[in-house]
């Protein structure tokens, strides 16, 4: 009878041990989906119709990118230059939010795109908070002294500071603008882009981070489970970029990653239901 009694409890345990295992390994189902630049696979990055693309397929938050014009606007664009993607010539700097916003955003991606425009902030945060997240990504802030602020005081009258619904999170490869935005709106969480470099990052990175960042999202190619793990024991979260196939979606959403940034949110959000 003793025999019994222990054996039960052995296949109890283990059954345990496995349920566990099982829910911590990637949790999906909470594991967030971040539309990069929209639902960038199917239409044109950064514009409203590939906004509204990843919000007809649910995704969590949408990322986004800032640059600022000549006249000092917020344009939701990714390059320092309007040429990639627009039919137009220059810097973003160098052209009035008039001028970008006579540009063709849509075409270069597909022609039944003509006539999609390069969106100002003031437009996204009129059309999308109430409806998704936002990740805000702050482009070459080092070319335009004071965008943190201009950001700050974007979302604030709105509302966006005090109110944490809808979510915002702003993020860059620059940490010193990142620092001052943490400075300038400490309750806004922040993330720390990283590049992949064969070195990784390291411990000392991570208490650094830590002291102004909530996130630390990295370059997929440095994710390993121990990276993971080390980033949570630093109590941050782990959003990598950019997913862009099949394979390496249901790859990481096996991981215990707290979001995953790609340009197909449907790879991620049909896993996760």
């Given amino acids: 009878m003793e025999t019994i009694v222990i054996a039960a409890a052995v296949i109890i345990l283990a059954v345990i041990y496995f349920i566990k295992k ?39 938050f949408i990322e986004i990118d800032l640059q600022l014009s000549k006249d000092g ?12 993607t627009t039919n137009g010539k220059g810097n973003v700097r160098d052209l009035t939010r008039r001028e970008l ?17 390069i969106p100002t902030f003031d437009e996204v ?6 409806k998704c ?20 005081d974007a979302l604030a009258g709105r509302g966006l500071i005090e109110n944490r619904e809808p979510k915002i999170i702003v993020q860059s490869f620059d940490t010193n603008s990142m620092k001052l935005f943490h400075d300038i709106a400490p309750t806004v969480p922040i993330g720390v882009l990283v590049k992949f470099t064969p070195k990784g990052i ?18 997929k190619r440095l994710v390993t489970k121990k990276l993971i793990s080390r980033i949570h024991a630093h109590d941050m979260k782990i959003i990598p970029y950019t997913i862009r196939d099949r394979r390496s979606a249901n790859a990481f959403l096996q991981l215990d990653l707290d979001g995953i940034t790609t340009d197909f949110p449907d790879y991620i959000k049909p896993a996760k239901a």
């Fill in 22 to 60: 099982i829910s911590h390994r990637g949790q999906a189902k909470s594991m967030l989906t971040i539309a990069h630049r929209g639902a960038s696979g199917y239409a044109p990055e950064n514009t409203l119709a590939s906004f509204d693309k990843a919000m007809d397929m649910k995704a969590d």
């Fill in 202 to 219: 390291s411990n000392a990175q991570l208490e650094e981070f830590k002291k102004y960042a909530n996130y630390v999202n990295p370059n």
């Fill in 125 to 130: 945060l009129d059309r999308y908070p109430q």
């Fill in 101 to 117: 916003q006579a540009l063709d955003a849509g075409s270069w991606f597909d022609p039944v795109f003509a006539g999609e425009r």
């Fill in 133 to 152: 997240g936002l990740l805000i990504e702050l482009k070459s802030p080092a070319l335009y002294p004071g965008i943190e602020q201009k950001v700050y």
């Fill in 73 to 84: 606007k917020l344009m939701v664009i990714h390059d320092d230059s309007v040429e990639r």
